[in-house]
């Protein structure tokens, strides 16, 4: 029995009530949730605006460069289908089907995702489980603020499409109401589909609900590039090909489906018919309602179920088993001293047990690699050595940035993710600085491997002259080392130890800096490059190697190893001079 | 009187592991109930159970009469749950988060307001209540999370070990406000591993082993139990090993 009393000077909570009740009436809870919300973004943006200026400097910037590429590339794109004035009227509403196809894939992908991590995996749904707040509320909250979430970057890209259709197709005032109209009441109908998906794969597959979606993605990409390869065939006659290309076509405008509604419901806003626009545009918002009455209800209702289900699921070890990685990490990382080649396995067995980390470079290089590979069949005239050095310079262009990306959300986080490990790398007897040299080492074997994959496929498909495809060759190394370098440096010069999250470590300040200054280095490097494609284009001949194709080589390889060896050391000091 | 809190026969699987076997038990009003048991033996699975976390694939929860699944709203209602990792809003003051605590629970602003402050002076939070709790240490951490569960004056308070991660005054303040719960009538239903501050607050004290209750009742009634007059620590020691070998002779080497 107990040996403590309450003393009696103590104050004692005075007894009100016994419990409370709880916010019954309807959408009490769904405010109370939002008031939070509010709070929680005010919150977040006033610490952002005060202690990390530079970030969001960063971000708008970035934002309004690449909403300025997409307004451009758009506006290009209409101009050239719009000179062929019969093939334009046909084509244009194509373009709306196909990227509005795209977008559903894309938000439904995203969507279930999100929704995945924020109904099951956040530490906050636990907690609102546990209150008596009716589970329903929570899931309203919660499925507006993943449609929010997926969504904000796709809206963004979606107001330059507006920008672009009005300057070069024409329309009235009414185009501007009915395109916003349209995209936004469009985005739940794939957001359902995506809340949905990641209640359904929960329930059915509790152990591994992510792998399931993302190799579901997988495949759903394979099928959609060999569905395109077949679109883009060339190998009949020009009417046999175009007949051809429209009956295919027809699969994806069925006038069942979603994006076909929002595909013709802006061609008629373009052409000033504001009813027949309002027409699918009603026909968007009730079938938008309907998807996200029918998903709200049905997750709320079998919730507890799915999150028991997602609870039990923590058992199952993810990825291939350890003799497989330890096979490949011997095979890929031979070169390396012994405990520098343990270190460097460690990060491949993450790697691999992190399905975010290997299905997206997977997916990225993946489309990469089958675009590359039918690029003959996407352009006809390849023989004109001009159009093979651009069509090659933007392969490099895609590939490089690619990396960038790539680099700065995945490798960047390695020397932060040692934290928690730290004590245990002080002890191991291996000077410091070459643990950073195995990290690094570690991320430029993987980089080139998908790098200079992705490149050759290039080089030999576009059967480019020995010169020029070395050139090239060469160049993505270069940037390899460049992006490895200045992402493991700086991730060493600036860890984030007090965060655990890689999205977290990668998207906080010293992550953006990381990213910007990748992104630099590739844009300088594809200058270099671009003026050199530029004199070789001019000349007209690859296969000879010219001054410019030398100095430009040399001024791509010195730049990237310069600042990789200046990130590096800058890393290795400050990492050296850390308290376990 | 109704229970505080009774579960009957609950049983929880993981795939082909039993976590909770066929458990049985009743807690009345104003009692401070200690549940021990060695790592994994189903405390965390029970507790997820109780307080709606976890659906029990057999058996049923009940919280002051109220059934978990069918009556969850008013059940957990009269509930207040602090996990052994204190869930806090990173980008809310301790001060915002309580008052979205109060509003949760549907409390008048004013008696919010009285309870808030008796409570940041009690768990002396004043300090820090209105800094971003992404700052605050475990210890405040635990602090804030123990004032938002006493918010609303729950008729039964669950928490998974509340002591980790405090100083000693904070040990003793909370050890106080629990005891001071349970002389108002109120129930309390705590997992420990800390078996002296079990042996100090707890009425009645539950062992579970391999998902099945192996003990329960006053630490005289234990004493008698395991045929021991010593330690709640020799107690435990004792009645575990006992599953444990019981455990070791069934499991298949």
């Known amino acids: 029995m107990s040996n403590i009393t309450s003393h009696p000077e103590r104050p004692r909570i005075p007894i009100e009530q016994s419990g409370a009740a709880p916010p019954s009436g309807p959408g009490n809870g769904i405010l109370l949730l939002l008031n939070l919300r509010h709070a929680l973004i005010r919150n977040h943006l006033h610490e952002l605006f005060r202690r990390r200026p530079l970030n969001v400097i960063g971000t708008i910037s970035t934002l309004l460069l690449i909403w300025g590429g997409l307004y451009f590339l758009l506006i290009f794109t209409f101009e050239e289908v719009q000179q062929n004035v019969l093939e334009g009227i046909v084509a244009i509403p194509l373009i709306f089907t196909f990227f509005f196809l795209a977008l559903t894939g894309m938000l439904a992908f995203s969507n279930a995702i999100i929704s995945y991590g924020s109904l099951f995996h956040r530490p906050e749904s636990a907690y609102l489980l546990a209150s008596p707040l009716h589970p329903r509320d929570m899931i309203i909250v919660k499925y507006l603020e993943t449609l929010l979430l997926s969504s904000w970057s796709l809206v963004l890209l979606g107001l330059p499409l507006m920008m672009a259709i009005a300057n070069k197709l024409g329309g009235n005032w009414t185009f501007y109401p009915m395109f916003l109209g349209l995209f936004l009441c469009f985005i739940p109908i794939p957001g359902a589909l995506g809340m949905f998906l990641a209640w359904a794969v929960t329930m059915v597959f509790p152990k591994t609900p992510r792998r399931v979606l993302m190799v579901a993605t997988l495949a759903l990409l394979l099928v959609s590039g060999l569905w395109g390869w077949r679109l883009a065939d060339p190998s009949n006659t020009s009417s046999e090909w175009l007949k051809n290309f429209y009956d295919r076509a027809s699969l994806v405008q069925n006038a069942m489906l979603p994006h076909t509604w929002v595909a013709k419901g802006i061609s008629h806003a373009v052409s000033g018919r504001a009813g027949a626009a309002g027409f699918y545009l009603l026909v968007i918002l009730a079938n938008a309602l309907l998807a996200s009455f029918l998903v709200v209800s049905v997750v709320a209702r079998w919730f507890t179920s799915a999150f028991t289900r997602a609870q039990c699921s923590g058992t199952r070890r993810s990825g291939p088993p350890g003799r497989v990685i330890n096979w490949i990490a011997e095979l890929l990382f031979a070169y390396l001293p012994y405990r520098q080649r343990m270190l460097a396995t460690n990060d491949l067995k993450t790697f691999f047990r992190d399905p975010l980390q290997w299905t997206q470079m997977a997916i990225l290089f993946g489309l990469l690699a089958l675009y590359v590979s039918n690029v003959q069949r996407l352009w006809t005239d390849l023989l004109h050595p001009g159009l093979q050095v651009l069509v090659a310079f933007l392969n490099l262009t895609a590939v490089s940035l690619i990396l960038a990306t790539f680099t700065s959300r995945f490798v960047f986080p390695l020397v932060s993710l040692e934290s928690q490990q730290l004590w245990l790398l002080g002890l191991l007897p291996l000077p410091r600085g070459r643990i950073i040299m195995a990290k690094f080492l570690y991320a430029l074997t993987i980089t080139l491997l998908a790098g200079v994959t992705v490149i050759s496929v290039s080089i030999y498909r576009l059967q480019l002259p020995f010169s020029l495809a070395a050139a090239h060759l060469i160049c993505v190394i270069a940037i390899c080392i460049g992006l490895c370098g200045v992402s493991i440096g700086m991730g060493a010069r600036m860890p984030v130890f007090h965060e655990r999250n890689p999205a977290r470590i990668a998207g906080g300040f010293s992550g953006t800096v990381s990213l910007m200054c990748s992104v630099v280095l590739v844009v300088i490097s594809l200058v270099v490059v671009a003026f050199m494609s530029l004199r070789v284009a001019q000349i007209g001949d690859g296969a000879t190697v010219t001054q410019a194709m030398m100095w430009g080589v040399a001024g791509v390889v010195l730049l990237n190893v310069i600042v990789s060896v200046l990130a590096l050391t800058a890393g290795i000091r400050h990492f050296r001079r850390l308290q376990c | ?253």
Do not use: W
């Open chain 2, 1 to 253: 009187m109704t229970p505080a809190i009774e579960l009957h026969e609950v049983t929880k699987r993981f795939g082909d592991f039993t976590a909770v076997d066929r458990l049985r038990l009743t807690i009345p009003p104003g009692e401070l109930f200690a549940f021990l048991g060695p790592n994994g033996a189903g405390k965390t699975t029970t507790i997820k159970m109780l307080v709606g976390l976890l659906l029990p694939d057999g058996g049923s929860v009940r919280v002051c009469g109220h059934a978990m699944g069918r009556d969850g709203q008013l059940a957990k209602s009269q509930l207040a749950y602090v996990p052994d990792q204190p869930f806090l809003y990173d980008k809310l003051t301790g001060h915002e988060f309580l008052d979205f605590v109060g509003r949760m629970y549907g409390l008048s602003r004013a008696s919010q307001e009285q309870r808030t402050k008796q409570l940041v002076e009690m768990l002396e939070m004043g300090s820090f209540l209105h800094q971003l709790t992404e700052s605050y240490s475990h210890g405040m951490k635990q602090r804030t999370v123990l004032a938002a569960a006493l918010l609303h004056d729950p008729a039964v308070l669950v928490t998974d070990e509340p002591m980790v991660g405090l100083d000693p005054r904070t040990v003793r303040k909370v050890k106080d406000i629990l005891r001071d719960m349970v002389h108002d009538g109120k129930t309390v239903f705590m997992s420990t591993h800390t078996l002296e501050v079990a042996e100090a607050v707890a009425d009645r004290i539950g062992i579970i082993n391999h998902g099945r209750l192996i003990a329960v009742g006053t630490l005289e009634e234990l004493r008698h139990q395991a045929s021991r007059s010593e330690t709640l620590e020799d107690i435990f020691l004792s009645l575990t090993a006992e599953g444990q070998a019981e455990a070791s002779e069934t499991v298949p080497q």
